[in-house]
């Protein structure tokens, strides 16, 4: 089993910061790609951003430029830094990782619990 457990988010105002950090722990051979999704409410959950094992990445359109995703993973963390945030970035974000538990066998994907990113005008 796996656990991911984030942290980071919280209330800032337009134009402000935030860094959010998913852990990855439990049974893990190797974490193939990790991510951040958003929902707002009334929405359907979306992509905000992946990253490969091999470091390559993606980004939805709408944060491209003001969002830088990374991960470490000798911690097996993944970040999500957020800079000029808009109140429209006021979402539940959640953390996706696709992780093979063992040398040989299928990757399952796991998701953290969500943290809370509010942005006020």
């Known amino acids: 089993q796996v656990q991911l457990v984030e942290s980071g988010g919280g209330l800032v105002q337009a134009g402000g910061s935030l860094r959010l950090s998913c852990a990855a722990s439990?049974?893990?051979?190797?974490?193939?790609?990790m991510g951040w999704y958003r929902q707002a409410p009334g929405k359907q959950r979306e992509l905000v951003a992946t990253?490969?094992?091999?470091?390559?990445?993606n980004y939805v359109d709408s944060v491209k430029g003001r969002f830088t995703i990374s991960r470490d993973n000798a911690k097996n963390t993944v970040y999500l830094q957020m800079n000029s945030l808009k109140p429209e970035d006021t979402a539940v974000y959640y953390c996706?990782?696709?992780?093979?538990?063992?040398?040989?066998?299928?990757?399952?994907?796991?998701w953290g619990q969500g943290t809370q990113v509010t942005v006020s005008s």
């Open positions: 996706n990782a696709n992780v093979l538990p063992y040398s040989i066998g299928y990757s399952y994907d796991y």
């Open positions: 439990g049974t893990i051979f190797k974490i193939n790609a």
């Open positions: 990253i490969s094992s091999s470091g390559r990445i």
